[in-house]
């Protein structure tokens, strides 16, 4: 029988950028209504600006700060200059809008990085600790803290600061906050800049914690969807546990021979069981 405790540490660490992209989800779809495809493609810029800074001879602690403030600033533009535009449009063509905008830097990545994969490497990589006999890297670490910290961080701000109760009310009625005075699109914007933030630090740890490809990162938004539907794009507790389920099954199923292959369906198995429980009294109420 495999020892499974290797790839439970594993899996916690990469569970913890499935919550945080989950969260930066949730957050922009509780203020806009926008259901972001692109989270994984502008974590993927940013992991890639990181990588760039630091071949190019820059100081490896700062990378990621340039990886993320380049997450922030396209994720911003984006919610300022194209999402303003589709406010009023359906959520499905909002939702292929930013699917579109993932394509769009999937394709710049392909043509100023290539398709070679790549490792990020960051300073805390050369830190570790021992754990029930597990060599844990300090980056695995701070991963992990980072998803529970960064989440209990969002849930304060949404709670207690001015912006955050007025992204709040526009998850109730965008037309009664504007009525009331919210500033709509300022909101929005803060929205975008939360969301690009936590898509940059998912995407820089991720690339050190796997490996550097445009369109791995990207397709990391899946499992980050798959946790969000969990949370019923509403609840930020529930898209942490499901952030973490769905990382440490995927990661618990890799040494076993039988079904290793198919891991990657984990998401879709949280996400479809996650909507089949919350159609569970429609069904009844049917019968």
């Known amino acids: 029988m495999p020892d499974f405790t290797p790839f439970l540490v594993a899996g916690l660490a990469t569970a913890a950028t499935y919550v945080l992209s989950g969260v930066g989800i949730v957050v922009l779809y509780r203020a806009s209504g926008v259901v972001n495809f692109?989270?994984?493609?502008?974590?993927a810029l940013a992991a890639f600006i990181s990588w760039s800074i630091v071949e190019r001879g820059g100081p490896a602690e700062w990378s990621w700060i340039g990886g993320i403030a380049a997450a922030v600033a396209v994720s911003f533009l984006y919610g300022r200059v194209i999402a303003p535009r589709l406010a009023y449009s359906d959520p499905i063509m909002r939702?292929?809008?930013?699917l579109s905008f993932a394509l769009i830097l999937l394709g710049f990545m392909g043509y100023v990085w290539g398709e070679a994969p790549r490792r990020l490497r960051l300073p805390t990589d050369t830190m570790s600790f021992d754990l029930m006999g597990v060599r844990v890297t300090m980056t695995r670490a701070v991963a992990f803290a980072l998803g529970l910290l960064v989440t209990c961080a969002v849930m304060a701000f949404l709670s207690y600061s001015r912006v955050g109760l007025q992204m709040r009310a526009l998850a109730s009625s965008r037309e009664l906050s504007a009525m009331l005075g919210v500033r709509v699109f300022r909101v929005d914007g803060w929205a975008w800049v939360i969301s690009g933030a936590l898509a940059g630090v998912s995407g820089v740890l991720l690339a050190d914690l796997q490996r550097l490809s445009g369109q791995a990162l990207t397709f990391a938004v899946i499992p980050a969807i798959a946790a969000a539907v969990v949370g019923r794009f509403a609840s930020l507790p529930a898209t942490v546990a499901g952030g973490l389920a769905i990382g440490v099954c995927e990661a618990l199923l890799t040494p076993v021979p039988i079904v290793g292959p198919f891991r990657t369906a984990v998401p879709f198995l949280f996400a479809v069981g996650a909507l089949l429980w919350m159609q569970r009294?429609?069904?009844f109420v049917y019968r």
């Open 95 to 98: 939702a292929v809008a930013t």
């Open 38 to 43: 692109a989270q994984g493609a502008v974590g």
């Open 281 to 283: 009294k429609v069904v």
